[in-house]
C-alpha cells in the first residue's frame, strides 16, 4: 500500500511539473525561395531576402555559415547552378575564405554576377552627388 501511494505521489509530481512547463517554442515554417536562374537581375536581391528570412527564423538549423550557403545553392537552377557548380567538386575545403564556408562571400559574388549593376551605379552617383554638394548630414542618414 505504501508502494501505491508513493507511485501515485510521483505521478502526481511528474503530471503538475509538465502542466506548469510552458510549451517550447517553435518557428511557424516558411515558403522555401523561389528557384534561382541568374536570368533576371532584380531576383537575386529577393533570393537573399527570402534566405535570410528563412535563416532568421531557424537559427538552430542555420547556425554555420556553411549550411547557409548550402540552403542556398539548393534553389540554383540554369546560369546560376552552373557557376556554384566548380565549388561543389571542392567540398572538402575547409577555408574559412573558400565561398561555400562564407554567407557574406557567397553573397557578395552571388551581387556581383547576377545582381542589378544600375543598383550599385545609382548609388554611386547619389553619394557622389550628395559629397559635391558638401550635405554630410544627407549622406549620413542616407547611407
Not at 510521483?10 to 516558411?30: D, H, I, Q, V, Y
Not at 542555420?62 to 552552373?82: E, L, N, P
Not at 562564407?102 to 557622389?128: C, H, I, M, N
Amino acid at each position: 500500500m505504501q508502494k501505491m501511494t508513493q507511485i501515485m505521489a510521483n505521478l502526481k509530481a511528474a503530471s503538475s511539473s509538465e502542466a506548469s512547463r510552458p510549451p517550447a517554442f517553435k518557428t511557424p515554417s516558411m515558403k522555401a525561395p523561389e528557384f534561382f536562374d541568374g536570368t533576371q537581375t532584380f531576383k537575386a536581391r529577393s533570393f537573399i531576402q527570402s534566405c535570410q528570412l528563412i535563416f532568421h527564423n531557424d537559427p538552430a538549423n542555420f547556425f554555420q555559415d556553411r549550411k547557409k550557403v548550402f540552403y542556398a545553392a539548393s534553389f540554383h537552377i540554369g546560369r546560376a547552378a552552373k557557376w556554384i557548380e566548380p565549388y561543389l567538386s571542392n567540398l572538402p575545403n575547409q577555408d574559412p575564405n573558400y565561398l561555400l564556408n562564407s554567407w557574406k562571400l557567397f553573397e557578395s559574388q552571388l551581387f556581383t554576377l547576377f545582381g542589378d549593376p544600375k543598383e550599385v551605379r545609382k548609388a554611386e552617383a547619389e553619394f557622389l552627388f550628395l559629397k559635391n554638394e558638401r550635405r554630410w548630414t544627407c549622406i549620413m542618414i542616407h547611407f
